[in-house]
């Protein structure tokens, strides 16, 4: 069965500094990755996927995220944090060929300190 | 347009109470979710409807939870005799008929709280 390990519970950066939030999955097939981004007291909001084709994607606000095969890896990235970031981030997977459960990861915390 | 629209947005129960919980997915939407998210426990998968097929209910976590979706739209996700273990944020998504690589579009949740 698929799933997603996010090793860090939390990640503090300082406002204009790059941010990373890391995410390593776990498929029997060919992954289909996203990220998804909640704030306080309301549900997941897409930010970016990758289906196939280039390892670099990017999505909304200014974020992207790089697939790596060999690692089976797909970590988050932005080149400079904002406060406004400060939310609780989930990385999903889905198995190409399998069911079409979407697993999530258990999330990160980003605080952007200003 | 419209997104996925759940209701009640908060629910306080007394332990052994029925509970229903409603999810109405965005239209034209054929796949619909039900997770549950504890604090630090990320979110929990419980059950997917896809169309007219069987739903995948692999996920719920015990015979006192069961769902149904009504003409291929609204669903509905009930708890009977709740626990407080039962408390947790109840999201539901849906999706476009696809090949598995839309993204699913969250409603607001429904926090559901036992006493």
């Known amino acids: 069965a698929q799933s997603v390990a996010q090793p860090e519970d939390q990640v503090n950066v300082a406002e204009g500094n790059p941010l990373t939030v890391k995410c390593t999955y776990s498929v029997s097939g060919n992954p289909y990755l996203f990220w998804y981004v909640q704030y306080p007291n309301r549900g997941l909001q897409f930010l970016l996927k990758?289906?196939?084709?280039?390892?670099l994607v990017k999505g909304s606000y200014g974020f992207e995220a790089e697939f790596n095969k060999s690692q089976t890896s797909f970590h988050l990235k932005k080149p400079s944090a904002l406060v406004s970031d400060s939310a609780l981030y989930f990385c999903?997977?889905?198995?190409?060929?399998?069911?079409?459960?979407?697993?999530f990861g258990k999330g990160n915390q980003v605080v952007v300190i200003p | 347009g419209a997104g996925v629209s759940q209701s009640p947005s908060n629910k306080v129960t007394e332990k052994g109470k029925d509970v229903e919980l409603r999810c109405d997915p965005i239209?034209?939407?054929?796949?619909l979710y039900w997770y549950r998210q504890s604090l630090g426990q990320g979110l929990e998968f419980l059950i997917y409807f896809q169309g007219n097929s069987a739903p995948d209910k692999s996920g719920l976590p015990s015979d006192r939870f069961s769902a149904e979706r009504t003409g291929g739209s609204v669903s509905t996700l009930t708890i009977q005799r709740t626990q407080q273990e039962d408390s947790a944020v109840y999201l539901c998504?849906?999706?476009?008929?696809?090949?598995?690589?839309?993204?699913?579009?969250f409603g607001n949740g429904t926090r559901l709280t036992v006493t």
């Open positions: 999903a997977v889905r198995d190409e060929g399998g069911n079409n459960r979407l697993a």
């Open positions: 239209s034209g939407h054929t796949a």
């Open positions: 998504a849906s999706s476009p008929p696809d090949r598995g690589n839309s993204p699913l579009h």
């Open positions: 990758y289906i196939t084709g280039d390892n």
